[in-house]
């Protein structure tokens, strides 16, 4: 689905996207390797992938409940590790830089988010504020991946990111240039998504499929990276439920006909089943289910 008529002013995405841009273009790998994860508690993780089942530079940082912005200082590592504290002050300024921007653009998505939280809970007829209280989504785990995608000739493959589910509720994207992302459709084909100009592409995540029983399905997405002649940048909220909250398929979904098909757990249990910590935000869809 892509929201077009989202009342979030053309500069907040035109901000992020150069912002992020920015940060890519001024710092180099090695300085941006201080993000490397170290500890389940940093709040920004970086990672470079680069093989043939994956092609991905990222960021992630969390937004919500407590935004890490490195404006914010307990989200940012001072001088660990021998590292000259030349390179973290340089970091330091151009993140810090950018960090009103992610902000804003955070609370732009929060907001959207609420109102499509009131519109899927009417949507299944409850009222419009189940899907808020069910996620407890005004302490929800947002987090922002800033992901960059190498152009095909940098690529060592054809694959920018391999195919995978996105925990949470609903996840918001927006890209500086078209390609490379694609959807499964219920038919089973993948489908390229066109995301026109400042326009934000939500999809859903395992956290409703999971709240649904099934009802709702959290989207199969890929990122193919080998038509790509530029580099590509994609920034990705997800947004969660509060990590504390049991997750558990809705009573209204379940009956002798509809058997439970996922098991109960806290968001942050989700996020920890395959030996991850809560920022990774990856999927243990396939762990959760029942049936
Ligand atoms: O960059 C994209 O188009 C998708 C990224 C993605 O799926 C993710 O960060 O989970
Ligand atoms: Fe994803």
Known sequence: MQLVNHSIPDGVFDNILNGVSDFFDQTTLNERRIYSKRSPSDRIRWELNSSTGENREYLKVVAHPQ??????????????????????????????????????????????????????????????????????????????????????????????????TDPGFIITLVQDVNGGLQILSHKGNWINAYIPHHAILIQLGDQLEILTNGMYKSHIHRVIVDNNKVQRISVVGLHGPSLDRLINPNAKFVDEKHLKKYREMTFKEFLEVNGDDEVDVQSSLEQARLL
Do not use: T
């Open 67 to 164: 935004s890490h912005f490195p404006s914010n200082p307990s989200g940012f590592r001072f001088n660990y590790y021998g590292i000259p504290s030349s390179i973290y002050l340089k970091l330091f300024w151009v993140i810090w830089c950018i960090s009103k921007i992610l902000e804003e653009y955070g609370k732009e998505m929060r907001r959207i988010v609420i109102e499509l939280a009131r519109a899927v809970s009417k949507s299944l007829g409850f009222e419009e504020h189940f899907v808020e209280k069910a996620l407890e989504l005004k302490s929800g785990f947002d987090v922002l991946a800033m992901n960059l995608y190498p152009p095909n000739a940098k690529s060592k493959g054809a694959v920018g990111l391999p195919q995978h």
